[in-house]
């Protein structure tokens, strides 16, 4: 087949408009992701400060969730009332007496996220309902496979940031002595000797 002048030069035309057309969706598109906004707790302990980098894109639901009540200060003066050593610290619950402090309603479920309990993982505690989170929260301190979706009970649990600074404040809290501890909602078990407080918790402002 043979092409005249002015196709050759309508076919040449296209290509360049096309390859510009494409290059410049994929600069819109690189553009995008990289204003996407990097998202940060530091959360000060008595033991010292971990931050915590939130992934929204993998799990909105409970990201906006954390940050509503770290936006409330919610967790100042919590403490970490669950530690298991070659597991997870738990926190963001209860405060040194061993008292509940009121929620806001429970969220849904978003461990089929792709998100792992690796170590230094921040996942969301529950109860056997799977849309049972509110504010506890728990670091993997190991890689807890076991908690990955669907897990032993075919919901897992919901990953949604990972420590980026402090990991070795959370193998300090891992490490504490720990015992039963009495409240006026029974015998909690697990609980430090000594308390963990989670003195404030921010996010992260350039």
């Not at 990289?34 to 010292?48: A, C, H």
């Not at 792992?116 to 301190?141: E, L």
Request: charge should be negative; aromatic fraction near 10%.
């Amino acid at each position: 087949m043979k092409f005249n002048r002015k196709t050759i030069i309508s076919i040449f035309l296209m290509f360049l408009f096309g390859g510009s057309i494409f290059l410049s969706a994929v600069d819109i598109l690189l553009r995008k992701e990289q204003t996407v906004e990097v998202e940060i707790v530091v959360m000060e302990t008595s033991l010292g400060t971990i931050e915590i980098e939130l992934n929204r894109g993998r799990a909105p639901i409970t990201v906006e969730n954390f940050v509503s009540y770290v936006e409330d200060d919610y967790f100042n003066g919590l403490c970490f009332h669950r530690v298991m050593k070659g597991f997870m610290i738990q926190g963001g619950g209860l405060d040194s007496t061993g008292e509940y402090r009121e929620t806001k309603a429970p969220i849904e479920i978003e461990s089929n996220n792709g998100l792992k309990n690796v170590r230094g993982a921040i996942s969301m505690a529950r109860s056997s309902d799977p849309n049972s989170a509110t504010s506890q929260f728990f670091i993997n301190t190991v890689n807890n496979d076991a908690l990955d979706y669907p897990s032993f009970d075919e919901y897992g649990y919901t990953v949604f940031g990972l420590v980026i600074s402090g990991m070795e404040v959370v193998d300090a809290i891992e490490a504490v002595e720990t015992a039963d501890k009495v409240t006026a909602y029974g015998v909690m078990a697990d609980w430090p000797v000594e308390d963990i407080v989670i003195i404030s918790a921010t996010m992260k402002t350039e």
